[in-house]
């Protein structure tokens, strides 16, 4: 009796404790994948705040047409003391987003990546970008650039410029100066205030 005891006996108490640790693991999976589901919804939330505030700030080209139509609120609302004076809207397209997040660092290891650091990573990097978000670029820091391409494609996206530019901007904050050799491209402007000095006696448009 003690010998059969003795073989059944490891068996059993080696049944047991691989039952114990598969429980163990099972909690510990399904404890650390909820937290991650709360950390992630809290990213969600952030970054879709982040997109939803850029979407606002930086408004479409019909959105801007319709403020000038209707004469919103929102007409030459921004001015020169906001810090993203002249940040202008060129299209939509993935944006960093302004959450601190830092990857998990690579080490070498001969075992199996834990799937579960892999839900952290893919977590990580889903919260990196945000899509379909306007892209800016700083007419302030970047004083100098050009636009190459079509001429009908360059003269829509220079007139989306423009018109973003008169929406949100008053022309005592801004002046535009066109110097063309093809003045019939931008003959629109020559009414603008922003094309005139304060006493409306100088037109700054010259070809």
């Given at each position: ?35 991650l ?51 202008t809207?060129?299209?939509l ?12 660092e ?56 423009f ?37 409306h006696?100088r ?5």
């Amino acid at each position: 009796m003690s010998l059969v005891g003795s073989l059944i006996w490891p068996n059993v108490t080696k049944a047991y404790r691989n039952k114990k640790n598969k429980k163990r693991e099972e909690k510990r999976v399904n404890t650390y994948r909820q937290y991650l589901k709360h950390k992630e919804d809290n990213l969600r939330f952030i970054c879709e705040n982040q997109r939803d505030t850029l979407l606002t700030n930086n408004p479409s080209p019909r959105e801007c047409l319709d403020i000038v139509q209707n004469r919103k609120l929102s007409l030459w609302q921004r001015n020169i003391s906001h810090y993203d004076f002249l940040y202008t809207r060129v299209g939509l397209g993935e944006v960093k987003t302004n959450i601190d997040l830092e990857e998990p660092e690579e080490k070498f290891s001969i075992d199996e990546e834990d799937f579960l650091m892999l839900e952290y990573k893919k977590v990580i990097k889903d919260s990196l970008q945000l899509e379909d978000t306007p892209v800016c670029y700083s007419l302030v820091n970047q004083q100098i650039g050009a636009v190459v391409g079509k001429e009908d494609i360059v003269k829509e996206f220079m007139d989306c410029i423009f018109l973003q530019i008169l929406a949100l901007y008053s022309y005592s904050d801004l002046k535009i100066v066109v110097y063309s050799k093809n003045s019939d491209k931008w003959d629109f402007l020559k009414t603008v205030p922003h094309c005139w000095n304060n006493e409306h006696t100088r037109r700054y448009f010259a070809t």
